[in-house]
């Protein structure tokens, strides 16, 4: 485990070196790998992803889509437990999210000249969930919600299959419960470009959501950079969390917190900003006994070397690193955790007080688990219903609100040089002043 850092002791290059994030594995042979698989996905169609199924999955299938009865089955067979602890994670999450519609705009911005803004659902949305080492029908209702309550009228969901050819029960029915029918099983960069440019079996969708691994990252990056392809919600890299505590945090709570953060992977990264020394090396000692115990704790241990605990000489230095590291999730265990939010400048989602695990916010409080990490947080925003719709305007000019502006757009059209834009108004009000309208 890394030893405690002293702020106040580091040059300005050492502390932006203490708040490094991993190494993103950004390589070229990365890339090219990945621009092959997109490649062979938009020339051979279905027929590369069931070859890329058998080579990374060990799943030999004849059919992509996942079909009706087996997904019955899989609820059918799914514990009155877990569907109830869906069911009322799903609850949460749609009311937090409805809350959230937009309402269209009305303005006469002069007599005659109405503008307006108004809402629509994107049409078509690619919704990636990753299989890997766990199952992860949160996701599914972090995304599937948002799709819904936008009422996106065709969410296409893909997640790698298990050998067995399927997927964990507790992902088909979380999809089940969010309105989607259209689950393929498919997984990885095959995934993405299969989403972003559709094959004979899958969709081609506007914007493709979902966390992955580097693979994935990499291809949601290059197809939104292809023509034709499709947009994405945000950049992505390792999950992560920063924990800001003082003499009143329980340690164990502490602990618990970046433990909870760092048995997601490897490259995750846990970070703990105090102004307490003896709060440090307790929580220190907690994640040492904690980790002990945690089924993943390979990984978590893996992770851990990333993390960093920091010691600082007054909660104002904490809140400065907390504000300079800009966490995708943020934990404060202060004695005064609600003062100090209104300071706290750049979070993904932030926790406050002792009673507030990073866990409720990935399952079931209501608010939206995919964030920006890797620093993101300063300009991108938590993943929200907005994502899933977009924006246009609407302007409608009468006669008397032509005149009234016109002049003005002739005078900016002139002085920027285009002698077409000034012709159109020109036209129209000189047909006013003739009568000819």
């Known amino acids: 485990m890394p030893s405690s850092i002293t702020w106040s002791t580091l040059s300005e290059e050492a502390k932006e070196q203490a708040l490094a994030r991993p190494a993103l594995s950004d390589s070229v042979q990365l890339q090219n790998t990945v621009r092959g698989i997109i490649t062979e996905v938009r020339e051979q169609g279905d027929r590369a992803l069931f070859s890329f199924n058998e080579k990374f999955d060990k799943a030999k299938l004849n059919k992509l889509k ?7 089955a899989a609820i059918a067979n799914l514990s009155d437990d877990v569907k109830n602890a869906i069911d009322l994670a799903y609850d949460n999450i749609k009311q937090f999210h409805q809350a959230q519609y937009p309402q269209d705009i009305t303005i006469e911005t002069k007599p005659g000249v109405v503008c307006e803004q108004k809402h629509a659902p994107i049409a078509r949305v690619g919704l990636y969930i990753p299989g890997g080492t766990a199952p992860l029908p949160s996701t599914v209702l972090m995304l599937g919600v948002c799709a819904q309550v936008a009422a996106c009228p065709l969410p296409v969901l893909c997640s790698p299959p298990n050998e067995l050819g399927s997927l964990s029960p507790e992902i088909i029915y979380a999809a089940s419960k969010c ?17 972003a440019f559709g094959t004979e079996s899958i969709p081609k969708v506007d914007k493709i959501f979902g966390p992955g691994n580097s693979f994935v990252t990499e291809a949601k990056q290059q197809v939104s950079q292809s023509a034709g392809g499709a947009a994405i919600d945000m950049p992505a890299g390792p999950s992560e ?46 994640v040492e006994q904690q980790l002990t115990q945690l089924e993943r704790k390979e ?11 920091i010691l600082c000489d007054s909660m104002d230095t904490c809140v400065q690193v907390v504000n300079t590291y800009a966490a995708e999730h943020l934990i404060v265990q202060t004695a005064d955790a609600e003062d100090l939010v209104s300071q706290l400048q750049n979070a993904g989602s932030i926790f406050v007080g002792a009673w507030s695990p990073e866990s409720a916010g990935d399952y079931a409080s209501g608010t939206n688990h995919v964030l920006p990490t890797y620093g993101y947080s300063r300009n991108y925003s938590s993943l929200g219903l907005l994502d899933f719709m977009r924006r246009y305007t609407v302007q409608t000019l009468t006669k008397e609100g032509i005149k009234n502006i016109g002049p ?5 059209a002139d002085a920027e040089g285009l002698g077409a834009h000034k012709q159109a108004v020109a036209l129209r009000l000189s047909a006013l002043e003739k009568g000819n309208e």
């Open 408 to 412: 003005a757009i002739m005078t900016l």
């Open 66 to 72: 996942l079909a009706e009865e087996a997904i019955q």
């Open 179 to 195: 309105g989607i029918s259209q689950i393929f099983l498919c997984g990885g960069a095959q995934a993405i470009a299969a989403m």
């Open 299 to 309: 990984i978590a241990a893996q992770s851990i070397e990333n993390s960093r605990f």
């Open 241 to 286: 969390v920063l924990v800001l505590a003082d003499k009143t945090a329980n340690p164990e709570f502490v602990a618990a917190d970046l433990l909870s953060q760092a048995e997601h992977g490897v490259d995750s990264q846990a970070v703990l900003a105090s102004d307490d020394e003896v709060l440090i090396n307790k929580v220190m000692a907690a």
